[in-house]
């Protein structure tokens, strides 16, 4: 699993980052415990709230400060026909979301994370445009079908612009930070990455992504098989990176390397579906001890997410059938997260409030 | 199905209430299709978003108003060894709710929820002690097990309150409306009703409430049983205020009263766990139109929930292993809620926005 991508630089990518704090998961479970309620009885928040604890390693005193990330890319694989939309409907989304009136703008808004847009390889000429968070590697990823989507030297700047952003969110004060994207063709992508990571089929791991119809689907399916049998071969297991830089794009790569960032600076990353998770089991792949700083916001439509789910071991906090992407399934799951630190900071004891413990 | 409570009565409990506008949920969706996202890929929210249209009956152009009420008593039926904690702390939490330090208080206060207590029927003086909602009709019902858990005058008066809150919330504003409770015992009054509702046998919709240990475990089950067996003759079907009179509880009654004035002033009505959701139960009993103007809020892990969310096919809009009640599953669902409002509201069209649809 030698990776072509230079050793230094991975080094780097993965330097400084530790698991989740066990003995601040250990205290937060146990002042749960003291809370006035039954025993477990807030569930999952419980599980979020000591996870939260373990990830941040104290006692969650600070104020929740939330961010919210979409990283915008072309793909060259769009001209096989991959997608019901056309590709400029990527360049369209990013004024979309500078103009705020995208699904993700409105989530945002309504739950208080600060939202930054990321061009980082859109098929644009965005130069003149104020808002946008200017970091364009190339206007768009090869075609995965005909060569290495990216070079190494385009898989490294796109990971460390996503590095950057989120050691930046983190010396900001941001304590949350929700990942997402907006890509034409990057379904495909996600779908093709997840194959090779689960060793699933291409048809298990494709889905209908903004919604193609049943002839184009198949066509999507042999698209993610023929890009597979193309770069990797069977008798070597790839490394993650490399697989990224032959089946994935740049805002995929971007988000992997925010993932790496937010375990450096012990954040909660808030993945989104299935394009998210795929950057963040590539990092997963690329250093394990990121997993733990991970919470899956909610269950994607596309049946590959399922698959990385499994694979990374996450359950998703919401499950309500989206597919939308651009960091929406992550911005509502938030309110949830806060709730869960909330709860455990706020809430009286069985002491504080004089409230009669279960019969023994 | 003659019921012992008055027909005069039960008519002014559902006098007004007509089902959901179906064409402003054909309008809602109509709406929804121009957005800029994927058709449909905001799944749950999309649906979520037409009901609303279709209880509000118009554009959702109103503000809004959030109010969460938890309504509090006792259980006769506490006596007879079917609950973790002793009775005494349904009082005990309802003075943790006023001095703020309870799950519920601390999710109302995060997202933005007006939250009512209301002692219906706690076995506790609270004569002096403001910021409660002073109706207690009794000081807890009687034992289901020896005779009815309450007179026909009793359930009479606790829906009524709950009824007259809920026309005060519609008054003062409200548009979402939360439904809770507190109450030593009220999952077996629930498991009680489950069983008649939906035919279930009393092992399967009798589960550890606020944690009982296995012997009493099946002690509870016995008793739902016994409690049936003795109020329930096979024979003739209850009418479902006979089904509260006889196993129900003051809060349950006092929240079916609320639900029926929420679909009459065609409120958003957002159901917690198992308690509220078998108040619920009993008021489309009653009256089935109210069915539309329900919300789901979480799935509890009592196994009851699971048969009257089915027995009303209604879909949770969480499920976080959450079995609290006091209104905190209701609650957290509302960001979920008004997530699908803004979203209708405020997201900008293709056309508005200039962004092309899916290739034909």
Known sequence: MESKVSRAFIEKLIDGIAPPNEQWRQKARQRLDTLTKPLGS??????IAAQVAAIRGHDLAEPVSKAAYVFAADHGVTEE??????????RQMVLNFLSEGAAINVLARLHGAALHVVDVGVDADF???PGLLHHKVR??????????AMSEEEVEKALTIGYQLGSEAAAAGCTI??????GIGNTTAASAITCVLTGAEAKFATGRGTGVQPEAYANKVRVVEAAIMKHCNAAAALHPLDVLRFLGGL???AMAGMVLAGARHRLVVVLDGFISTSAAALAV????DVRGFLIAGHRSEEPGHKLLLDHLQLNPVLSLGM?????????????VIESAIALYRQMATFSSARVSGATP
Do not use: K, Q
């Open 127 to 129: 130069a003149s445009i």
């Open 323 to 335: 597919r939308l992407g651009e960091g929406t399934g992550a911005v509502l799951a938030m309110p």
């Open 285 to 288: 792949g690329i250093f394990p």
């Open 139 to 148: 206007s768009g990823t090869r075609n995965m079908l005909r060569e290495a």
């Open 42 to 47: 807030l569930g999952r928040l419980e599980d």
């Open 81 to 90: 026909g991959v997608s019901a939309y056309p590709r400029e409907v990527t």
């Open 177 to 182: 930070l929700a990942i997402g994207e907006m």
């Open 251 to 253: 805002e995929i790569a």
